[in-house]
């Protein structure tokens, strides 16, 4: 594009060539000579410059874009600008989205014009005067404006952010209070529609895991950490036990490694009245060793979900509540009730959980927490009596078939009942 004469050259065209021969002729000039006074004098002067420069960007920017200037090589105007210039895509569109807000939010601009105001904060400003309810009275729309402006002042774009999310608060607190309960109610429909989590056993050792939850049984769960926290060791933790994610400062000696081990100890201490019942039995763990480990041997232990633990693990793990320790070679608990009990009891069902392993049906790989206990070879209607050699483990849809006289029953050479429709 052949360039026109200055004379015939648009003003703003214009001012930025001057600036950019003005700043080249400075950009080597001593500062020695410079005094603090002066020194801060051309920080506010220039970081104020900055501004009114990025106030006139975006109004040529949103001009351009009228004009579809980068067209004549396919182009849109934001990506021929960020190729021209070497912006990314992403500061380019994020800059060209707040150019076409702020054509909504005139005051805003202005003030953003005059370098009264930074481009951090009235991206701010825009994003908490947007995000007021769509019915708001127009007029309270304009006091939010004029109240952040003004505050726009004394605070920086992190602090002004904190007041645009209150902002509603302060100029019509009445439609405060109801949006806030529309948006809590919406929050928290939200939060329990998508909680989740996920828990994975690396194999080495340790099991890892994510969640998401709502916040207030995020905060209970805090709370009952918080109450477990060991104190503090007397020599300073390593930072990489302790830092918080990003590398937020301790805040009193609290680290991650010390939520990590309240959080071992009360999953460990929880009460057994407070523990949910699974297969008609509390859920808990149960460690399965010989007696040589529990007196102190080496061999190791096992849990019933699978995996195995060392011996002085077990053995702690002995000692304490919520921990059902089944000792192999040592005094046995009697464990056929013949005919005065009905239903299997929990001695019983966690002695079927360790042989069976979980439901005896074959191809199911339910666990024993998700089992009933049979009475499998005479029912108890019928006369059997109730014991872990007559009875065996079914999940909840096997032992329905296995109550059901459509289905014929078999034991095949693993021990595994096989289910065959009668014919």
């Given amino acids: 594009m052949t360039a026109l004469p200055h004379s015939e050259q648009h003003r703003v065209i214009d001012l930025a060539r001057r600036l950019c021969a003005e700043l080249a002729e400075v950009a080597d000039v001593p500062l020695w000579s410079m005094t603090a006074a002066d020194a801060g004098d051309a920080l506010v002067l220039l970081t104020r410059a900055r501004s009114q420069l990025d106030g006139l960007l975006m109004r040529v920017l949103r001009h351009a874009e009228s004009s579809r200037t980068g067209a004549d090589v396919g182009a849109t105007t934001t990506s021929w600008w960020a190729h021209e210039t070497g912006t990314t895509r992403a500061e380019a569109h994020r800059t060209a989205h707040l150019a076409e807000r702020m054509e909504h939010h005139v005051d805003v601009a202005e003030a953003l014009a005059t370098g009264t105001l930074r481009t951090d904060q009235a991206r701010v400003v825009v994003d908490a005067i947007d995000d007021l309810p769509d019915d708001v009275d127009p007029s309270v729309r304009a006091d939010a404006t004029t109240f952040l402006l003004e505050k726009a002042s004394e605070h920086d774009a992190r602090a002004l952010r904190v007041l645009g999310r209150r902002v509603l608060e302060v100029v019509d607190p009445e439609t405060a209070d109801a949006e806030e309960g529309r948006r809590l109610e919406a929050e928290e429909r939200e939060a329990a529609a998508t909680a989740s989590f996920t828990m994975v056993d690396d194999g080495h050792g340790k099991a890892h895991g994510r969640f998401t939850i709502p916040t207030l049984h995020g905060e209970m769960l805090r709370t009952h950490l918080l109450a477990l926290v060991p104190p503090p060791p007397a020599a300073s933790e390593t930072s990489a036990a302790g830092d918080d994610p990003g590398g937020a400062p301790r805040l009193r000696g609290l680290t991650r490694h010390r939520l990590g081990l309240a959080f071992m100890d009360y999953l460990e201490t929880r009460p057994e009245a407070s523990v949910p019942t699974a297969g008609g039995v509390p859920a808990t763990v149960v460690v399965t060793m010989e007696l040589e480990t529990l007196t102190g041997g080496a061999r190791a ?8 633990i060392s011996a002085g693990e077990a053995r702690r793990l002995a000692c304490r509540a919520g921990i059902i320790p089944i000792v192999l070679g040592g005094p046995s608990v009697v464990l056929d009730a013949g005919r ?25 790989d339910a666990p024993p927490g998700l089992t009933q206990a049979h009475h499998d070879d005479t029912s108890w209607s019928q006369g059997g009596g109730t014991s872990v050699a007559r009875g065996r483990l079914y999940c909840p849809r096997h032992h329905r078939l296995a109550h059901d006289a459509a289905y014929l029953r078999s034991v095949d050479a693993q021990g595994k009942v096989r289910f065959v429709r009668r014919t």
């Fill in 340 to 364: 005065k009990r009905r239903f299997h009891s929990q001695t019983q069902r966690i002695a079927m959980g360790i042989r069976d392993g979980g439901c005896t049906a074959a191809g199911c």
């Fill in 301 to 308: 232990a096992s849990l019933d979900t699978g995996p195995r």
